[in-house]
């Protein structure tokens, strides 16, 4: 399965020819070589994992995608068909397998709502957060795609979040609030954190890829 790191939260999935699209948000660039688009997920309902204007262009290039996301998502993006998913939820849609995990979204403050997110495992490989330290059950994760910044995380923690995971190779995203400063030194505590697992941390930049 090949993993490409886009802008931000955005990540594409191909495999068996098939595409899966995940968190294609305000902070990314438009996307290209959708026809055969299986599914986009969308682990919450904020607006730098998600735009209308996306949804709008995958719909075109690959009509009736179905698209999956907590009920926050649907109530958010009302204006399109979601499929709402839960934690502890399997599907299967081409060749991916999507497991969900979690539930809530890393709290930002008190004096904001805090709301439904779910993190996704993708064919017992990938394993995607969201906005969130969801760690999903006892699995072995070959390749962790682990957010590096943003108003709700303490690097301290999403460092916990890696010890925890144990992933066999990692990589950072949600990194767009960062300086590049900022990027290369939360790059590095979860580059520490990955390896204290025998792992390989992965400097991944927005449009390279990984096989996992």
């Not at 948000?25 to 299986?38: H, N, Q, R, W, Y």
């Not at 993006?77 to 397998?97: C, K, L, N, Q, Y």
């Not at 070959?142 to 957010?147: D, N, S, V």
Request: proline share 7%; net charge negative; aromatic share 8%.
């Amino acid at each position: 399965m090949r993993v490409t790191k886009h802008e931000h939260a955005c990540l594409r999935l191909e495999t068996g020819g098939k595409t899966l699209i995940i968190d294609p948000g305000g902070f990314t660039l438009p996307l290209d070589d959708l026809s055969e688009l299986a599914a986009v997920v969308l682990t919450h309902e904020h607006p730098d994992h998600w735009t209308p204007k996306h949804l709008e262009q995958l719909l075109a290039a690959a009509p009736g995608t179905p698209i999956f996301g907590p009920a926050g998502v649907a109530a958010a993006a009302s204006e399109f068909d979601i499929t709402v998913v839960a934690p502890g939820e399997a599907i299967e849609v081409g060749p991916f397998r999507l497991e969900f995990f979690g539930g809530t979204h890393n709290v930002i403050h008190a004096s904001i709502p805090t709301i439904e997110n779910v993190g996704v495992l993708v064919n017992e490989t990938l394993y995607y957060p969201g906005d969130s330290y969801a760690v999903p059950g006892d699995r072995d994760v070959a390749l962790l795609a682990a957010p590096v910044g943003a108003p709700w995380l303490k690097i301290g923690e999403a460092m916990d979040f890696v010890l925890a995971v144990r992933p066999a190779r990692a990589f950072g995203t949600h990194d767009m609030t960062l300086s590049r400063i900022g990027l290369d030194m939360h790059r590095s505590r979860l580059r520490w954190a990955t390896e204290q697992g025998g792992g390989e941390f992965l400097d991944l930049e927005a449009t390279e890829s990984v096989d996992a």
